[in-house]
């Protein structure tokens, strides 16, 4: 089935694969607890499910869905032939049942389950096997694409029994943990490893903050637990990099304290309700950091601001840098969308922020997260052709001009939009190797408006003044709006 980690993984030289193993050996098993974990496998096992899910697939349509490039191919739909409940394939001569593999685990003793959203995505037919063989048929609670969980219930006309949830903040690298799933539809699989590293970014989506662990993770694994020594779930199985494949000993789960109030407001309303600030944020470079008389690179830099927003109805600016958020700091950019995501709709928070070099306490009330709307068309801009003036920006190596009504339609800006024009960039500048671009608006110079080239100039004579070595621009470039720090020549 379509997978939005597999296709990212075939524009890669390391393969992510996201169908998550075999047990293999661990590399300390010398250092293993004396008696295994033969009493916590037999406790845990029957809290872990297979999962079957399937479509009809259209030959005339092409079969990019497809999952054939394994030999096992053959064998995983010879499998569920044995195990699937009635079929619609009959009514539809010209089809085929296309059927994926995955693993999933108990979270409540009336039925619910938990799991990949990869592994049911566009589903027609979901079956969920119990360890004792039981077929049932599930129905989609909720799911959620942006950290990869799905909630699923069954009636299994009897009590199943749960696991527990963990918490995954107090997981230590080096710490033993299991993986249980159905690596290639062998049925309810260990495999013992440790947590090799907390916190990866693997470009999966905004909330990256997955767990690393070498417990063998494989193609059938997907939405199995991860759990402790306890037998606590601390994560849900989810990628591996891998060039076969195969398990190469570095698979990676989504983490319990971050899927949990997923899977609370999944079952609650049947969506996720994300916090939400609304503001655009960039990464605080190095250079940015010394044009604000920041000590190092960390926080937040604000670069808009929603006029709707909950940001905007407090006192976050333009130009701030979020420090921390709701006690907690932030050292990456990336850090923060995560902690508004996992926040509270309507709670109110106290937020820090670096203003005009020094720290400003802020408190502001999380919003929800919608859908953003369709950004509206510019404005046309008439025919007044009024010539376009270049001025030069000696210090950045940049051709600027104001914006005339002949600049708005030759570059295409909207009405709203105010600053100056980029006419043309020094490729040997740094502003150039930083990203300024010709047609880009330059509205803000080191946090003061520029309107005119006098303002440019003025605010560029005062920063060398200060001694400031880079300067700090606010650019408009299309419907983005960004921070550039640019060293001054």
Do not use: C
């Given at each position: 089935m379509n997978?939005?980690?597999r296709?990212?993984?075939?524009t890669a030289?390391m393969?992510?694969?996201a169908?998550?193993?075999?047990?293999l050996e661990p590399a300390?098993?010398?250092?293993?607890p004396?008696d295994?974990?033969a009493?916590?496998?037999?406790r845990?096992?029957?809290?872990?499910?297979?999962i079957s899910?399937?479509?009809?697939?259209?030959?005339?349509k092409?079969?990019?869905e497809m999952?054939?490039?394994?030999?096992?191919?053959e064998?995983?739909?010879?499998?569920?032939?044995?195990?699937?409940?009635?079929?619609d394939?009959?009514?539809?001569?010209?089809?085929?049942?296309?059927?994926?593999?995955?693993?999933g685990?108990?979270i409540?003793?009336?039925?619910?389950?938990?799991?990949?959203?990869?592994?049911i995505e566009?589903?027609?037919k979901?079956?969920?096997i119990?360890q004792?063989?039981?077929?049932?048929?599930?129905?989609?609670v909720g799911r959620?694409?942006?950290v990869?969980?799905a909630?699923?219930?069954v009636?299994?006309?009897?009590d199943?029994?749960?696991l527990v949830?963990?918490n995954?903040?107090a997981a230590r690298v080096?710490?033993w943990?299991?993986?249980?799933?159905?690596p290639f539809?062998?049925?309810?699989?260990v495999s013992?490893?440790?947590?090799?590293a907390r916190?990866?970014?693997?470009?999966a989506?905004?909330?990256?903050d997955?767990?690393?662990?070498?417990?063998?993770i494989?193609?059938?694994?997907?939405?199995?637990?991860?759990l402790?020594q306890n037998?606590?779930?601390i994560g849900?199985?989810?990628?591996i990099?891998?060039?076969?494949?195969?398990?190469?000993g570095?698979?990676f789960?989504?983490?319990?304290?971050?899927v949990?109030?997923?899977l609370?407001?999944?079952?609650k309303?049947?969506r996720?309700?994300r916090g939400?600030?609304?503001?655009k944020i960039?990464?605080v470079t190095p250079?940015?950091?010394?044009?604000?008389g920041l000590?190092?690179s960390r926080?937040?830099?604000?670069?808009?601001?929603?006029?709707d927003?909950?940001?905007a109805k407090s006192?976050?600016?333009?130009g701030?840098?979020i420090?921390?958020f709701d006690g907690?700091a932030?050292?990456?950019?990336r850090?923060l969308p995560?902690l508004?995501?996992?926040?509270p709709?309507?709670r109110?928070?106290?937020?820090e922020?670096?203003?005009?070099?020094k720290q400003?306490?802020?408190?502001?009330k999380i919003?929800?997260?919608?859908e953003e709307?369709a950004?509206?068309?510019p404005?046309?801009?008439d025919?007044?052709?009024t010539?376009?003036?270049?001025?030069?920006l000696?210090?950045?190596?940049?051709?600027v001009a104001e914006?005339?009504d002949?600049?708005r339609?030759?570059y295409?800006?909207?009405?709203n939009i105010?600053?100056l024009v980029v006419?043309?960039?020094?490729e040997?500048?740094?502003?150039a190797?930083e990203?300024?671009h010709?047609?880009?608006?330059?509205d803000?110079?080191?946090?003061?408006a520029?309107?005119?080239?006098?303002?440019?100039?003025a605010?560029l004579?005062?920063?060398?003044k200060?001694?400031?070595?880079?300067?700090?621009?606010?650019?408009v470039?299309?419907?983005n709006?960004?921070f550039?720090g640019?060293?001054?020549?």
């Open positions: 997978n939005p980690l296709t990212f993984a075939r030289t393969v992510i694969i169908v998550v193993g075999l047990a300390f098993a010398a250092h293993a004396s295994g974990f009493d916590l496998a037999e845990l096992l029957p809290s872990v499910v297979n899910s399937s479509q009809i697939i259209d030959p005339k092409g079969d990019e999952d054939d490039d394994t030999p096992l191919e064998w995983f739909r010879d499998y569920f032939e044995n195990h699937r409940h009635g079929d394939e009959d009514a539809h001569p010209h089809k085929r049942r296309q059927t994926s593999l995955g693993s685990f108990i409540d003793k009336a039925g619910y389950i938990v799991t990949n959203n990869h592994v566009n589903a027609d979901i079956s969920v119990l004792d063989d039981t077929v049932l048929a599930a129905q989609v959620d694409p942006k990869d969980v909630l699923l219930k009636n299994a006309k009897r199943l029994k749960p949830w963990g995954s903040d080096g710490e943990v299991l993986a249980i799933g159905n539809g062998l049925g309810g699989s013992a490893g440790i947590i090799s916190a990866r970014d693997i470009n989506g905004q909330y990256d997955f767990l690393q662990t070498d417990a063998a494989n193609r059938g694994n997907s939405g199995g637990p991860l402790n037998g606590e779930v849900i199985n989810t990628a990099y891998s060039v076969t494949g195969g398990s190469a570095v698979g789960a989504a983490p319990s304290n971050l949990r109030p997923v609370d407001d999944l079952r309303f049947g996720t309700r939400w600030l609304g503001v960039q990464t250079e940015i950091a010394e044009s604000l000590d190092r926080g937040a830099l604000v670069s808009a601001v929603d006029d927003g909950p940001a006192a976050v600016q333009v701030d840098v420090m921390s907690k932030v050292g990456k950019m850090e995560r508004v995501a996992n926040t709709v309507d109110t928070v106290d937020v922020v670096w203003r005009q070099g400003v306490p802020v408190k502001l919003g929800e997260l919608k709307p950004a509206n068309a404005d046309a801009a025919d007044t052709q010539p376009i003036v270049r001025t030069e000696k210090e950045l190596g940049v051709g914006i005339s002949h600049a339609d030759k295409d800006i909207p009405e105010h600053g006419l043309d960039v020094d040997d500048m740094d502003a190797q990203g300024l010709r047609g880009d608006v330059i803000e110079i080191q946090q003061a520029v309107a005119t080239p006098a303002d440019a100039q605010a004579q005062a920063a060398q200060a001694g400031r070595k880079t300067i700090l621009l606010r650019v470039s299309g419907d709006v960004h550039l640019v060293k001054l020549h």
